[in-house]
Nanobody
Framework: QVQLVESGGGLVQAGGSLRVSCVVSGGIFNRYVMGWFRQAPGKGREFVTGISGGGSSTRYADSVKGRFSISRDNAKSMVYLQMNSLKPEDTAVYYC???????????????????WGQGTQVTVSS
């Protein structure tokens, strides 16, 4: 059974930085496209960024380009989201997700992903 566990969320001031991590167990990690999504109160789950299985391809939502960076360590079965220049509108629960289809396509739709973590809260104060 594949399990994803996020960590590293918290409270940060606007302009600050935070890194959230996700560890994956029970699957063949380097075959998965990994994504980060977020969900703010009263809003739907939105794509933030994704990375291919080998790590050579990435994709970002326009709202985070130039501020957020995704990376992965296949030896540790971990994926990271480095968030810089944080804004209050980045406040949300952040979820990591895995797409098991072995495709190199980084999908932005949540229903393209098969496994999800429980989420970690990121709060940016103004």
């Amino acid at each position: 059974q594949v399990q994803l566990v996020e960590s590293g969320g918290g409270l940060v001031q606007a302009g600050g930085s935070l890194r959230v991590s996700c560890v994956v167990s029970g699957g063949i990690f380097n075959r998965y496209v990994m994504g980060w999504f977020r969900q703010a109160p009263g809003k739907g789950r939105e794509f933030v960024t994704g990375i291919s299985g080998g790590g050579s391809s990435t994709r970002y939502a326009d709202s985070v380009k130039g501020r957020f960076s995704i990376s992965r360590d296949n030896a540790k079965s971990m994926v990271y989201l480095q968030m810089n220049s944080l804004k209050p509108e980045d406040t949300a629960v952040y979820y990591c997700a895995a797409d098991r289809d072995r495709s190199t396509t980084i999908w932005t739709m949540a229903n393209s992903y098969d496994y999800w973590g429980q989420g970690t809260q990121v709060t940016v104060s103004s």
